[in-house]
């Protein structure tokens, strides 16, 4: 026997193996595909310092100094390499993992699954800061936008499909005159010129890619596109601080006019409908008509089949041809929406909360509607003879298109969903877009004024997170199996059912930003935590009566709260820190009256914990940090415990990156390119599901713990996926996008 020698708090019970890889295609749905198996060395094993609780303490809101006693060296009892042993290097850190008792060692545990992963619905909506971002198709398909993905939504069949071209979060959207035909810009990065801000424009009946736009031209991102009504051309305004102005031939992909705006910040472009030469740009103190000029379009389009050098740098067919004529009407300090009518009228609402009617499309102002909103006007939508206006307010506003323009009807929408983003009529419901990123719907009056007592549906079309979204739980109450919980940093908690695929409640706590989150087994106590260190807990009552209140709200520490975890018996809670684990208790303080208190706190990781776990009867606490860490805590002495020792605990959940039957993912191709950001076991433990920093997903049998373990890999989102998780269920693997918002839910096949 021999002994191992390790840094105070970092545990030599965990191994790694390799594993596999498939790198995910980009087919219509995103499904698996190719596969690799990689394998590396093992080498020493270590040993380990615990640290016992100190009984000097202080509590909760106390110094953390003393906390830890003399050092206690645990001896490591086998040196030798035995069958149910891996020892391993994970980014350089020496690493020892014991497999269970129960464990039967077998050449098909390197096998993929015989389950794989596809995309089945995607919740939420961009609508917090990007505009005119809701089309109907002519097949009657809604389009919208989340993340990367665009959404084309069936209504009848309660079923969407999904266009995944993209390699960075989608900024705008726009749809042809044929109704099949859209196109949509996104974002640029630095990682690769793949990432590169450029506009695609596709068919929405084959999702077919007919071309990229822009590759290499378009600056940081882009901003707004727009399709002419009579001519095959786009329009398309880039987010560089000149914006640039580009106008293209739909049909051959080609550039054929471009100049600079000129203005620091602009919120929409679009065509005029009486002339497809005209453009009308809007943004802080800016409106401008512009004219394209067809013999220079026609010059240019001449040089780019003689492949002429100005064929690259396309000399300008685009100048400005009319500024407002605002005369006695007060100009606000931003234009924000505009419409133009089939009738040939332009509409603009501002900043101001007015609405101007700009007479055939022209400079000036022919009519207008003052105080409109209670601030600003984000979207306007023409409807028979009626004018819809939907504000930051809340309000969605119906007036009678006449000369006094006089209101008619309106609805407000809940205060939690913000302003209003978007309006949209489809068949007999007004769509409408909010601020924080969900999609109402509410019929509108088969007579008369369309908001003539109307009220909104209690199950919007969608909803989700308008910032980063980081925590999620899945409930495990009997009849809600198939029912999630996240949390974001937008201060949201939605509650989200994956069979019906609709929300079930949401509720928004302002001021607080939340990073994690669980759920008890009763589903009765919801516990999530916070960027600036505060622990919320909130009674929840499901059902028909439904009903969520704030329990406590307990300053833990300054630093953020990574991740918590509570016991299954629902009385003790684990709560990870930069480098601490503080656990809490339900405790009688005095006679019938009882409250959290501090228990302990686990100190010996280095870095932030991201991942906690109880075994069954909630003494023990296993735990990863971002750096290779693995350790286990008897939770009533916080001390460290010999991983070996407790290679047959049953464990309620395995979210740490690190223990026995995960080794094999560190070891895979998406393992070894990228940092390993979630990894989960499905409630079977049939498959174990790994996330990393550039949001691919790889789904592996059950344990990963060889390397050369193979897998299924899928891509989700473009960023890092702080989070995935299976339902309770079995049915669905979740995944979160992170700072793009975007929850995407996964049918097992």
């Not at 499905?682 to 193979?710: D, H, R």
Request: net charge neutral; with cysteine.
């Amino acid at each position: 026997p021999s002994t191992t020698d390790t840094k105070p708090g970092v545990n030599p019970s965990l191994a790694v193996l390799n594993e596999t890889h498939e790198e995910a295609s980009l087919e219509e749905h995103s499904e698996a595909i190719e596969m690799v198996s990689l394998a590396n060395n093992a080498p020493k094993a270590k040993e380990v310092e615990t640290r016992p609780k100190s009984s000097g303490k202080k509590g909760l809101f106390g110094s953390m100094k003393g906390l830890l006693g003399t050092p206690d060296r645990i001896q490591s009892p086998a040196a030798e390499v035995k069958a149910n042993v891996i020892e391993t290097t994970i980014r350089g850190e020496k690493m020892k993992f014991w497999a269970p008792d129960d464990y039967v060692d077998n050449k098909s545990i390197t096998d993929p699954p015989g389950d794989g992963l596809k995309l089945e619905w995607v919740y939420g909506y961009r609508g917090n800061d990007c505009r005119s971002n809701i089309h109907v198709l002519a097949n009657d398909e809604i389009a919208y936008f989340i993340g990367s993905v665009a959404v084309l939504y069936n209504r009848t069949l309660h079923s969407q499909r999904h266009y995944r071209e993209h390699t960075e979060e989608i900024k705008c959207i726009a749809v042809h005159p044929n109704g099949m035909t859209l196109a949509t810009g996104q974002d640029a990065t630095n990682k690769k010129t793949a990432a590169d801000a450029h506009v695609r424009i596709w068919r929405a009946d084959s999702l077919q890619t007919l071309h990229v736009l822009g590759m290499g031209v378009f600056t940081k991102s882009v901003a707004a596109v727009a399709f002419s009504k009579t001519k095959e051309r786009l329009v398309v305004l880039d987010d560089h601080k000149e914006h640039l102005l580009s106008v293209w031939d739909v049909t051959t992909g080609k550039e054929v006019a471009r100049t600079m705006v000129n203005n620091d910040v602009m919120c929409d472009i679009g065509f005029s409908s009486n002339d497809p030469n005209i453009l009308v740009t809007i943004g802080r103190e800016h409106q401008t008509w512009w004219k394209i000029y067809t013999n220079r379009v026609k010059d240019l389009e001449n040089a780019l089949q003689k492949n002429q050098k100005e064929a690259a740098q396309p000399q300008s067919g685009i100048e400005m041809h009319a500024k407002p004529e605002y005369g006695t009407f007060f100009k606000a300090r931003f234009v924000i929406c505009m419409l133009h009518t089939e009738k040939g009228d332009l509409i603009t609402g501002d900043s101001n909360g007015t609405i101007y009617v700009w007479g055939g499309g022209n400079n000036s102002i022919t009519n207008y509607v003052k105080h409109a909103h209670d601030g600003p006007v984000f979207s306007l939508l023409a409807y028979k003879n009626y004018l819809l206006s939907g504000g930051r307010d809340g309000m969605v506003v119906s007036w009678v298109w006449n000369k006094n323009m006089d209101e008619a009807g309106n609805i407000k929408i809940p205060k939690l969903e913000g302003g209003v983003r978007m309006l949209v009529i489809h068949n007999d419901i007004l769509l409408i877009g909010t601020t924080t990123n969900s999609i109402l719907v509410t019929k509108i009056a088969a007579k008369g004024c369309p908001l003539t007592g109307v009220e909104l549906q209690k199950i919007p079309l969608t909803q989700g997170h308008f910032d980063d979204v980081r925590g999620l739980s899945m409930v495990q109450l009997a009849g809600r199996e198939n029912d999630i919980i996240t949390v974001g940093y937008d201060g949201i908690i939605c509650c989200l059912n994956t069979v019906t695929r609709e929300a079930v409640w949401k509720h928004m706590v302002k001021g607080l930003h939340f990073l994690c989150a669980d759920l008890s087994i009763t589903g009765e106590i919801l516990v999530a935590g916070t960027n600036n260190g505060e622990l919320v807990i909130f009674d929840i009552q499901h059902g028909d009566n439904f009903s969520i209140s704030e329990q406590a709200q307990i300053k833990i520490t300054k630093d953020k709260l990574t991740s918590v975890k509570l016991s299954a018996d629902g009385n003790k809670i684990a709560i990870g820190t930069k480098s601490l684990i503080v656990i809490m208790k339900w405790t009688e303080v005095e006679e019938s009256q009882w409250a959290w208190q501090e228990m302990g706190q686990c100190q010996g990781h280095s870095r932030s914990v991201t991942g906690l776990d109880w075994n069954i009867d909630g003494t023990l606490l296993q735990s990863s940090s971002d750096k290779p860490e693995f350790c286990i805590w008897n939770i009533e002495t916080c001390h460290l415990l010999n991983p070996e020792e407790q290679k047959n605990q049953r464990w309620l959940t395995h979210t740490s990156k690190l223990g026995f039957p995960v080794t094999g993912v560190w070891h895979c191709k998406q393992g070894k390119e990228a940092d390993i950001s979630s990894v989960e076991i499905n409630p079977t433990k049939t498959l174990v599901a790994m996330g990393n920093s550039q949001g691919y997903i790889s789904l592996f049998k059950y344990p990963c713990c060889k390397e050369g373990s193979y897998s299924h890999t899928y891509r989700g989102s473009n960023c890092p996926l702080p989070n995935i998780g299976f339902t309770t269920s079995g049915r669905h693997l979740i995944t979160l996008g992170g700072r793009d918002a975007c929850l995407m839910q996964w049918k097992i096949i």
